[in-house]
């Protein structure tokens, strides 16, 4: 098995390309060692001294380090955990993931036009870099969004969600004025 290994942008984090299915659908945000209960891989990972954060893509993990860890050092740990996690052909998770961006039946019109370009314009831009954009409510004119794996403290993050995200909602959506971040809506 070989596993490649991509920058992303935001130095914290590295993404891991298996070369396989990781969740096939969805996403799976696991920040903390207590969140990776559902995931026996992000588990395991959690073992490696220095390993912080774990997200889990449709065919990729991305790992956040602490900032005193060097990537030389952790990155053949985490490279073997990977590996024998899918040779012994364990789940990944352990329920099947919820897409928090998934339309749904009692969402209005302007709700599902957003989380309609979020999955066809936004999604899969982000998710190249190792990390997803979801959709967390719409009220008064302003979208909120919860941003995961390396967009979360990416110092590019704000730039992305102003200039990228909220132009381009603005323009198609004329109901939208503001895009925030992990507001508490």
Not at 28 to 38: L, M, N, S
Not at 74 to 103: C, Q, W, Y
């Amino acid at each position: 098995m070989f596993i490649q290994t991509e920058q992303t942008p935001n130095p914290a984090t590295l993404k891991f390309l298996p070369g396989r299915d990781v969740l096939g659908r969805g996403t799976a945000d696991f920040p903390t060692p207590e969140d990776a209960v559902r995931s026996p891989l992000a588990q395991r990972l959690f073992e490696i001294d220095g390993v912080s954060g774990v997200f889990l893509g449709a065919d990729f993990v991305t790992i956040t380090k602490g900032g005193d860890r060097d990537w030389y050092l952790l990155k053949p740990s985490i490279l073997g955990v990977i590996m024998e996690h899918f040779t012994a052909g364990r789940p990944v998770i352990n329920e099947a993931a919820a897409d928090d961006n998934a339309a749904h039946e009692d969402d209005d019109e302007i709700v599902a036009q957003i989380k309609e370009l979020l999955d066809t314009r936004v999604r899969p831009a982000v998710a190249q870099d190792g990390g997803d954009i979801t959709f967390q409510g719409f009220e008064d004119g302003i979208v909120y969004l919860n941003m995961k794996g390396s967009c979360a403290g990416c110092p590019s993050s704000t730039a992305t969600l102003k200039a990228g995200i909220e132009n381009m909602l603005r323009h198609y959506i004329p109901e939208v004025v503001e895009v925030r971040q992990n507001a508490a809506y």
